[in-house]
């Protein structure tokens, strides 16, 4: 079964680093997104990007986040200078008629 | 604006009890899509169901069900006979109409479930 991809599955950066994320969505899906989940709390969206541009981003997203598509089968996300409260396991998904997610990145920032 | 709410913020049952988990939700949309996802303690995001807002038929699943009313725009999901696999954090969504395939969830805060052996 097709499924979305994340690596790393844990990354430890420290504060003022950069990390990118990655992400391999499902291959025919056009639809892919950010989600963000602080630990204990809900699962919060970032971005939504389609043909190459985001079409949509919220208020949390902010000019240390960017996103890419490098290739035609990986989709980043780029926190440019991690802040403590960047911490949180991270969520790519994509969708056709259904979103699905992947396994998530934990990012902890020390 | 958007918003789920999940009241239960946990529930713990015995192994073959049911339990429901109850979701309400706002929204302006005429037309808008429902989610159930399930986070298992590994902490992945699984997906369960995806509903229209036009489709108020109730679905079955194994031992899940759901059960949709939009007159008093609830979307709640039942698991019978639970088992010790089923403790989980469950999340309901909520999605507007955008384009078509082109989803923007809003989360509600979740509800762990968990089932004693």
């Known amino acids: 079964e097709p499924e979305v991809t994340q690596t790393p599955s844990h990354q430890v950066t420290q504060m003022g680093q950069e990390v990118i994320l990655r992400c391999v969505p499902i291959?025919?899906?056009?639809?892919f997104y950010w989600y963000r989940q602080i630990l204990g709390q809900k699962v919060e969206f970032l971005v939504s990007?389609?043909?190459?541009?985001?079409?949509?981003k919220s208020e949390i997203f902010d000019d240390q986040f960017s996103v890419e598509r490098p290739d035609g089968s990986n989709f980043t996300l780029k926190i440019r200078s991690t802040k403590l409260e960047d911490s949180a396991m991270y969520f790519c998904?994509?969708?056709?008629?259904?979103?699905?997610f992947g396994q998530g990145t934990r990012l902890t920032v020390v | 604006a958007q918003k789920v709410t999940q009241a239960q913020t946990e529930i713990s049952v015995v192994e073959k009890e049911d339990v429901t988990l109850d979701c309400v939700y706002e929204?302006?949309?005429?037309?808008?899509?429902l989610f159930w996802y399930k986070q298992p303690p590994s902490g992945e995001l699984v997906f369960l169901i995806r509903?229209?807002?036009?489709?108020?038929q109730n679905e079955i699943s194994g031992r899940y069900s759901w059960n949709f009313q939009k007159s008093t725009s609830s979307f709640n999901f039942t698991i019978t006979a639970s088992q010790v696999v089923d403790s989980a954090v469950y999340f309901c969504?909520?999605?507007?109409?955008?384009?078509?395939?082109?989803?923007?969830?809003?989360f509600g805060a979740g509800t762990t479930v968990t089932v004693r052996a």
């Open positions: 998904a994509s969708s056709d008629t259904e979103a699905f």
């Open positions: 291959s025919n899906h056009l639809y």
């Open positions: 990007f389609y043909n190459n541009e985001i079409s949509e």
């Open positions: 929204t302006r949309d005429t037309t808008y899509y």
């Open positions: 509903r229209n807002s036009f489709d108020e």
């Open positions: 969504a909520l999605s507007e109409l955008r384009v078509l395939d082109d989803y923007k969830l809003s």
